[in-house]
C-alpha cells in the first residue's frame, strides 16, 4: 500500500473527487450515493466518495463511467481539505472480507459495514479497489459538517490517449 500522509491525525489533509461539472453546484449533497449507494454505503446514506490522490480519483470515476465519458462529459476535479484529526483508517487486514477488496460486485454485507463504520466515523479512509496500493476517503455528510472544505476545483481534462484504450 502506498503509505498514508504522515500528518494524518494531526494536520489537515486534502484529498481528490473528480465530480460531473452539471452536479458541481451540489456536490457537498452526496446524491449520487444516496440514491444507488456505493462499495461502501448503502442506498440512502448521503456519503461523498474521494480519493488521497487525484489519480486514484480518475481511476474510480473512470471504472463506472469509462474514459470516453470521461474525455467527453464536462467533469471539475475537486481539491478537499479535511480535518485529519477526524479520520478512522482501515486498514486491509480490518475488512472482515478480503474478497471485498477485489472487483466484482458489492456484498450488502460490505455496504453494511461500511454503514456501521460510517455511522461511528465521520472521515473513513478505506483501501482502494480499483488501485491496490491506493487510499479512498468515505465523507459522512451528516456528521461531518465543518470538517470538510472544497479548497479547489478546475475543469478536468483527460490525457486522449486514454480514449484509445
Not at 16 to 27: A, Q
Not at 34 to 46: C, D, K, N, T
Given at each position: 500500500m502506498t503509505p498514508l500522509p504522515a500528518g494524518l491525525g494531526t494536520n489537515g489533509l486534502l484529498v481528490?473527487?473528480?465530480?460531473?461539472?452539471?452536479?458541481?453546484?451540489?456536490?457537498t449533497t452526496a446524491e449520487g450515493?444516496?440514491?444507488?449507494?456505493?462499495?461502501?454505503?448503502?442506498?440512502?446514506?448521503?456519503?461523498?466518495y474521494a480519493s488521497l490522490d487525484?489519480?486514484?480519483t480518475?481511476?474510480?470515476?473512470?471504472?463506472?463511467?469509462g474514459f470516453n465519458v470521461l474525455d467527453t462529459v464536462p467533469h471539475r476535479l475537486l481539491a478537499i481539505d479535511i480535518a485529519a484529526a477526524h479520520v478512522e483508517v482501515i486498514q486491509p487486514s480490518d475488512v472482515p472480507n478480503p474478497h471485498w477488496l477485489n472487483p466484482g460486485a458489492v456484498s450488502?454485507?460490505?455496504?453494511?459495514?461500511?454503514?456501521?463504520?460510517?455511522?461511528?466515523?465521520?472521515?473513513?479512509?478505506v483501501p482502494s479497489v480499483v488501485s491496490k496500493h491506493s487510499w479512498n476517503l468515505l465523507i459522512n455528510t451528516a456528521m461531518a459538517a465543518g470538517l470538510f472544505a472544497l479548497k479547489s476545483d478546475e475543469r478536468f481534462a483527460l490525457d486522449t490517449r486514454l480514449t484509445s484504450i
Open positions: 481528490w473527487r473528480l465530480e460531473r461539472e452539471k452536479h458541481f453546484p451540489t456536490w450515493a444516496f440514491l444507488v449507494g456505493g462499495r461502501w454505503s448503502s442506498p440512502g446514506q448521503r456519503i461523498i487525484p489519480a486514484t480518475i481511476l474510480e470515476v473512470a471504472v463506472h463511467k450488502p454485507n460490505q455496504q453494511k459495514f461500511g454503514d456501521a463504520l460510517l455511522a461511528s466515523h465521520p472521515l473513513v479512509i
